[in-house]
C-alpha cells in the first residue's frame, strides 16, 4: 500500500492513445479492487469510452483512473451533452487524495467550454465511496437525500439510463441490475467504516441500493455548471473553463 500522502496527479489520455501496458496495468488495478471481473469485461467497457483519466505517483505507478464517454442525446427536444463514468478505481493506498476527481471536474470544463448545450454528468455507482463524489463536489444531484427527484429530472435519468444499458436499467429501484455482477468491491472494501456509517449520504446509499455488494450499481445524474458546484469545485472548474477559452483564442485569430 502507497502513503497516502504521495501526491499523484491525473492525466487525460485519448482511447487511440492507449497502450497495451496501460491497458494491462489498469485491469491489474481493477481486479486487485473489484471481483466478478475479467480482462474480456473490462475491455469491452475501456473499448466503449473515447477517454481515460488516469492518475499516477512520482514513480510513474498507476494509482488509479477512471474510463469516460461523452456523447450527445436529444430529450423532450433539447439537445445535450453527457459525461459517462465507467470502470472507476482509485488504489486504497491513495484514498483520500481528489487528484482524480479534480481532473474529472477540469475535463467537465473543457467539455462545457465547448457548447451550450446543457452538461450532465451520468453515474452508476457500485459503492458508497464513489456516490459521495457528488455531494462533496456538487450543490443538487439525484438521487439526494436532502430532496426527492423531480419529476422532469427523474424523466431524464430514466431516459439516460435507459439508452445505455437498456433492460438492465431497474427504473423502478434506479439501479442497474445485470442477470450476473459486472464486477463489484471485494467484500471488504464493500463493508462500510464505523467513521462513515453515520453520513447521510452513506445511509442513503444503503437504502437506495442495497444489493451493491453483489453488483447492482446505483444509476445518479448531476447536472454539471458553476452554479451548481461547491466553492472548492467552482473555482477550479471556471479556472479550467478559462484556460480552455484562452487556449481557444489564438486558433480563432488564425481562423479569422
Known sequence: MTDAAAPIRARLIEHADITALQRAEMFALYRRHFDATDRARFNADLDDKQLVLEVRDDSGTLRGFSTVACYRREFDGVPLRVLFSGDTVVDEGSWGQQALAFGFIRLAAQVRQESAEPLYWLLISKGHRTF??????????????????????????????????????????????HADSHGHLRADLASVPPIHAHLAEVTFFLERNPGYARGEELVCLCRIEADNLRPLARRLFLSAQREARDSESPQRAAQA
Do not use: C, E, K, W
Not at 426527492?148 to 433492460?167: C, K, N, S
Open 132 to 177: 459521495r463524489y457528488l455531494p462533496t463536489f456538487s450543490l443538487d444531484y439525484d438521487p439526494s437525500p436532502q430532496h426527492a427527484t423531480p419529476p422532469g429530472r427523474q424523466r431524464l435519468m430514466d431516459f439516460l439510463a435507459r439508452d445505455r444499458f437498456g433492460d438492465a436499467y431497474d427504473a423502478q429501484r434506479g439501479v442497474i441490475r
